[in-house]
């Protein structure tokens, strides 16, 4: 579990909670912002599975030579998609960090 009364933790989850929630919804009552960041939450599984499913597309077609793709050009797509989902689950942990963090300070 996170020190949350940790000054350098509290200001390192207030730059998420910047990056994470516009200024007009950092505003609103914890409850409200906590129900943003879950709705932020589900639209990156969203995310998650549209680059999933075009690693697997891409990898189908190639695998079974049913495109005209090089490898190289292949090997960077697959890195970019990677890259691309190792970004979304990273949003996904500051996300679920800062979840944690307003449930803490709403009881505290």
């Not at 910047?18 to 129900?35: G, R």
């Not at 090997?75 to 944690?100: A, P």
């Amino acid at each position: 579990m996170t020190d949350f009364t940790d000054k350098k933790e509290q200001e390192r989850l207030q730059s998420y909670l910047n990056i994470h929630l516009k200024k007009d919804k950092q505003s609103l009552p914890v409850e409200e912002q906590v129900e943003e960041l879950h709705k932020k939450n589900r639209k990156k599984w969203i995310m998650l599975a549209v680059n999933i499913a075009a690693i697997l597309i891409f990898g189908y077609s190639f695998y079974y030579d049913i495109t005209q793709l090089g490898q190289t050009f292949f090997i960077i797509i697959l890195v970019v998609f990677g890259v691309n989902v190792g970004l979304i689950f990273y949003q996904r942990k500051q996300i679920n960090e800062l979840i944690d963090y307003l449930m803490w300070k709403r009881h505290e």
